[in-house]
């Protein structure tokens, strides 16, 4: 963001923007260096910036690890994943997603995290709230660009549901389970992370959500089964149960609810998980990719 003559003579700046996106949700946050330490107001504005728009992106940073961590710990707690073996080096808090390999050919990274439509961690007690993803390398082939992340609006989907649908679904629960969305994956061979041990098993076992979450900061109602990790409505019979999980994520998929984001290195994605899916997109190969996450615990959805 161009800073006035004036404002630099006086060491000040020019308050920072959000220049909202050709699409139903995501702005773009200028005026914000994130390496110098961003003010307490900058955090507020990015916290209402994230909470009106839903995918906050901050373009043309370059922060360390530990950097990236005091950002995302203004958001809330930070919440380590039990993947450790795929953290970041000396910042367990960040997770690597990554499809680049050591010299022993071990994965450094999650090379098949986001292959289904999910929201992260929903397959927890208390999900997380926001994620704060961070562009190292980025794929290209050519002049293009690979390895987008498309998000989804589930507020908007909610919203756009028929009256009777909304009445029906309101007062279900569904089931979250992370084993049931490994098992998806190597369904369909999608599976590249290690398997899960049977320790890691027992630290995750199914939860139930609403159907239909009340976002805790601006009230909006979203919708909250995903294709990823739920496997089941409660109360609702098998074939049913599956109709309406088919029906409902893949309404939630449609055009019309979507912001595609186009990766640049150096690009620190804000998302809010109540508020929106997402999706990877794989069209890189082995074209290298690399990314740091960090998860900000959330509070039980209601």
């Not at 019979?237 to 150096?266: C, I, M």
């Not at 929106?276 to 039980?300: M, W």
Request: with cysteine.
């Amino acid at each position: 963001m161009q800073v006035s003559e004036d404002n630099q003579t006086s060491g000040t700046r020019a308050p920072p923007q959000a220049i909202a996106m050709q699409a139903p949700i995501g702005a773009e946050i200028v005026g914000i260096d994130v390496a110098q330490g961003p003010s307490e107001s900058d955090f507020q504005f990015l916290r209402d910036a994230l909470h009106e728009h839903s995918v906050i992106v901050l373009r043309g940073q370059d922060i360390t690890p530990e950097q990236q961590k005091s950002f995302a710990e203004q958001f809330g707690e930070l919440r380590t994943s039990f993947y450790n073996r795929y953290a970041v080096a000396q910042v367990p808090a960040l997770t690597i997603v990554s499809n680049l390999r050591s010299e022993d050919g071990e994965l450094i990274g999650i090379a098949d995290a986001g292959m289904l439509w999910h929201t992260d961690g929903s397959y927890l007690k208390t999900p997380d709230m926001y994620t704060v993803l961070y562009g190292i390398e980025i794929p290209h082939q050519g002049d293009q660009v690979l390895g987008d992340t498309v998000f989804a609006s589930s507020w908007g989907a909610y919203d756009a549901l028929p009256l009777e649908t909304k009445r029906r679904i309101e007062p279900l629960r569904a089931i979250h389970s992370f084993t049931a969305h490994i098992e998806k994956k190597q369904a369909k061979g999608q599976l590249k992370r290690a398997p899960l041990t049977d320790e890691q098993k027992k630290n995750v076992p199914d939860v139930d959500h609403p159907v239909v979450r009340i976002h805790p900061i601006n009230g909006r109602k979203c919708l909250f089964v995903t294709e990823g990790h739920t496997s089941e409505v409660l109360g609702v019979d098998g074939a049913d149960s599956n109709a309406l999980l088919s029906f409902l994520t893949e309404h939630v998929k449609k055009p019309e609810f979507q912001y595609r984001h186009r990766w640049k290195k150096g690009d620190l994605v804000v998302w809010d998980n109540c508020a929106v899916q997402h999706l990877a997109v794989f069209d890189y190969g082995e074209i290298p990719r690399r990314l740091n996450r960090a998860g900000i615990s959330g509070s039980v959805p209601v």
